[in-house]
């Protein structure tokens, strides 16, 4: 009994041939499912547009060049640094310069043609142009339907409950206005004016882009704004490889010649914006030293011209030799001093840039002016490239806050580190500025030694020379400055430009789309037909009992089509006739070949054809000749009589109950050697009167009597009847219905069969479903390979069967 429970219990194996079978047997909902599922590929290939996918690639230079200013005109390049490819990645993808690329390719008009299936974007291929007054509002973001009515008219035609009108020229959406509409006929080149919207349209200058009488035409009017945002979405931007310093650049879209033109525009917009960068930075350079002349050629006007004076007043032309060695020795040290000056000027100017709240766009790099300190250098340039970066992400506020936040803090940090480095720079400048005060004051104190004229044209001289050397210093610089700014190349350039050549379609070919909804259309109803198979709780297969019980199976008894119930008698040379017979044979191996048997015949639930087997068991015991009597002992129910047209006042519930006497009860059925007893009326208490010493009685004289008794008793699953009479026999068939049996029903009853002692137990699987290619209940089953004429009279033509699956 464990054993069988531990057998029901275990996962059942896939039995691939019952499934394949199966599929088969259902291959209408497979081929529905297919229809079903080419049809919505049909439309979905017609509803839906194609995407495509363009790449450009970017290199981004990284290089390192020295910030000293005795590689200035070595490098050609001042402002150098280097480059961080993820800050670059950022600014790519950023608001800015996403805003900008779309500025330059102006979006703010998109034209569709529908074809009644699908809408397709035309882009620089509308057959009309709408040109709109940038002054004027205009409705954003609904639909304008324009008709065509002949060479130079159209109907134009828009409704939406709420809209959104937006000024092109501050680039915000100003009001609302509610329920506007427009249906009217115009001209072409006539100005379209309404409160909500100016504009007109032209047909398009491209002589080559006709009308198309079998579209419709669409235009709207877009946001800068929501361009931005939408593209920003779809751009993507990764390495090309991770050992080079390479960026692809990709975009899916319906229209590749769109994409690709915006591709294309961003990279000149980024490779524009770096060297714009980069040359902001030297025109800062020569702004702050063209404020630093302007301040010294008034001081050094102002020296020549008192110089001269006083040479012309005093005749005196140059200073002596004394005077002239002095005056050497003297210009060399106010050129040093100039040169700390013109420093002290930029650390002012450096202190007062960090220290303002505003940005940080004018700020000068300190290698400019000469200044080689390479902390210092360094710092500025990550302040400059942090500044740009922030720049570039801040453009909307939908940018995450703790990005922005970030970079706030680094450059709060840097701006703290500059100022400290700055602190110590001024503070040794301002030593070596004293140093050369002190050396200055030592040569004038030899100056008091020489003549008062030579001592007043030295004073003049030294004023002059020492303007003259500060103004030859910044003329240097800002010489250095401009051709920086001529030589300055941008840190990226394109390797390959997006192409529309070679766009690729991303979105499903064809062939694809229709290969899919195959797959699809086969899955689908297999994995529900399987689905059915497996999670079935009744009985389907001889693998299904197999798998509950390890009672042997004595036959297989096919799904009879017409409503006979003595099919053996009236059909002898059929299928189900022959299965009849397999079964008689086979329960002699039960029986061992006794002279005088004792066949119960019973079931698990009602309805599994225990009745109908037992009529046609008996039947086949007669035809060979052995004297048979069937019992109809389901008290409850009786339904034997009816098959033999015989009535049922008297039968067994007489006989227990000692009304009738066994000769009473016994009937001729017309069939030779086959006698009935049927079950009489229905009694109230069944089960007493089957455990009554009357039911032993009638046993031995049935034995002493009859060759064979076969019992129709009731479902052992249902009530004890049949468990009573199970002591009597010699053998206890249980049918087993195809597709009606609960698994869980036939198992109880195996458990009760065990647990009672009754043996010498078989299976029928009865009701098997006859069918050409479901032959895994009983051909595949059995094999018991009928087919010698028996079944002529059950063939039926192919195209009967087809127009029966069809009707079912």
């Known amino acids: ?186 001209e072409f080149g006539e100005v379209i004016k309404t409160k909500e919207c100016v504009f007109k349209i032209i047909r398009s200058p491209k002589p080559n882009i006709p009308f198309s009488p079998n579209l419709s035409y669409q235009f709207i009017f877009n946001s800068l704004n929501q361009q931005t945002l939408a593209y920003k979405k779809i751009v993507e931007i990764d390495l090309l490889r991770k050992d080079v310093d390479v960026l692809n650049l990709s975009l899916k879209g319906n229209n590749k010649n769109k994409i690709t033109d915006f591709l294309n525009m961003l990279s000149s917009v980024y490779i524009d914006e770096n060297l714009e960068k980069k040359n902001s930075m030297a025109n800062n350079t020569i702004t702050f030293i063209d404020n630093q002349l302007t301040k010294i050629t008034d001081s050094l006007s102002f020296a020549v011209n008192r110089l001269q004076d006083y040479r012309s007043a005093n005749k005196i032309m140059d200073l002596d030799f004394q005077s002239q060695q002095l005056f050497e020795k003297l210009s060399t040290l106010q ?169 690729v379609k991303t979105s499903a070919k064809l062939n694809q789309i229709y290969l899919i909804a195959l797959v699809i259309g086969l899955l689908i109803p297999a994995i529900l037909i399987y689905l059915d198979y497996v999670l079935k709780d009744q009985i389907q297969s001889r693998k299904d009992i197999e798998q509950i019980t390890k009672t042997p199976i004595v036959g297989g008894i096919i799904q009879y089509k017409k409503p006979v119930t003595k099919v053996f008698i009236e059909h002898p040379k059929s299928i189900i006739a022959e299965s009849f017979r397999s079964f008689y044979t086979n329960l002699q191996y039960f029986t061992k070949g006794k002279e005088n048997q004792i066949i119960l015949v019973s079931s698990s639930m009602p309805q599994e054809g225990k009745t109908f087997n037992s009529i046609n068991l008996a039947s086949v015991f007669a035809s060979f000749n052995k004297k048979t009597c069937l019992l109809s002992f389901d008290l409850r129910l009786a339904k034997v009589h009816h098959a033999f047209d015989i009535k049922n006042d008297i039968g067994l519930s007489t006989y227990l109950i000692n009304h009738s006497s066994i000769q009473d009860i016994i009937f001729p059925t017309g069939i030779n050697k086959l006698d009935i007893i049927p079950a009489g009326p229905v009694p109230p208490n069944p089960v007493e009167l089957i455990a009554s010493n009357k039911t032993e009685e009638l046993f031995q004289f049935l034995k002493s009597n009859y060759e064979c008794v076969i019992i129709d008793s009731p479902p052992v699953g249902v009530v004890a009847d049949g468990l009573l009479l199970a002591k009597y026999s010699d053998v206890n068939v249980i049918v087993v219905r195809q597709s009606h049996t609960k698994k869980k029903a036939l198992a109880t009853v195996v458990k009760e069969l065990e647990a009672n002692d009754i043996e010498n137990t078989a299976m029928l699987f009865n009701g098997i479903k006859q069918s050409r290619i479901h032959g895994y209940g009983y051909g595949y089953g059995y094999g018991y390979g009928y087919g010698y004429g028996y079944h002529k009279e059950e063939s039926t033509p192919w195209w009967k069967t087809l127009l029966k699956h069809k009707r079912s």
């Open 335 to 503: 050129i040093e001093k100039a040169t700390f000056v013109s420093n002290r000027e930029y650390y002012k100017y450096l202190i007062n840039s960090i220290n303002r709240l505003e940005g940080l766009d004018d700020l000068m790099v300190p290698a400019t002016m000469g200044i080689t300190d390479i902390s210092l250098n360094k710092l500025v340039m990550e302040l400059v490239d942090l500044n740009t970066t922030k720049l570039a992400i801040t453009g909307n506020s939908s940018e995450k806050s703790f990005v922005i936040k970030n970079i706030d803090n680094k450059i709060s940090n840097i701006k703290k580190l500059i100022l400290v480095n700055l602190q110590n720079i001024i503070e040794a400048n301002n030593i070596y500025l004293l140093d050369i005060e002190n050396k200055i004051n030592a040569l004038n104190k030899e100056l008091m030694q020489l003549p008062k004229k030579q001592q007043k044209l030295f004073g003049f001289e030294r004023q002059f020379q020492l303007n003259d050397a500060i103004y030859t210093f910044l003329l240097q610089k800002r010489a250095e400055a401009q051709i920086a700014k001529a030589s300055n190349l941008p840190d990226s350039e394109v390797i390959d430009e997006a192409r529309v050549d070679v766009a």
């Open 1 to 186: 009994m464990e054993e069988q429970q531990i057998i029901f219990e275990e996962e059942e194996s896939i039995d691939i041939v019952a499934i394949v079978l199966r599929m088969l047997k259902y291959w209408y909902f497979i081929l529905i499912g297919v229809v079903i599922a080419a049809t919505i590929a049909y439309f979905y290939t017609k509803f839906t547009s194609a995407v495509y996918e363009v790449n450009t690639t970017l290199m981004v230079k990284a290089e390192t060049s020295s910030a000293s200013a005795e590689k200035v005109l070595e490098d050609m390049d001042l402002f150098s640094k280097k480059t961080n490819i993820q800050n670059e990645i950022v600014i790519l993808q950023s608001y800015s310069t996403i805003r900008r690329t779309i500025k330059q390719l102006d979006f703010s008009v998109s034209y569709y043609s529908n074809n009644g299936y699908t809408l397709t974007e035309l882009y620089h291929s509308s057959p009309f142009v709408v040109i709109y007054d940038s002054s004027a509002l205009q409705p954003i973001d609904i639909e304008f339907n324009l008709e065509l009515i002949d060479d130079n008219k159209f109907k134009l035609t828009s409704h939406a409950d709420e809209i959104d009108l937006y000024s092109y020229k501050t680039d915000k959406i100003i009001s609302q206005s509610l329920d506007f509409d427009i249906d009217k006929v115009y």
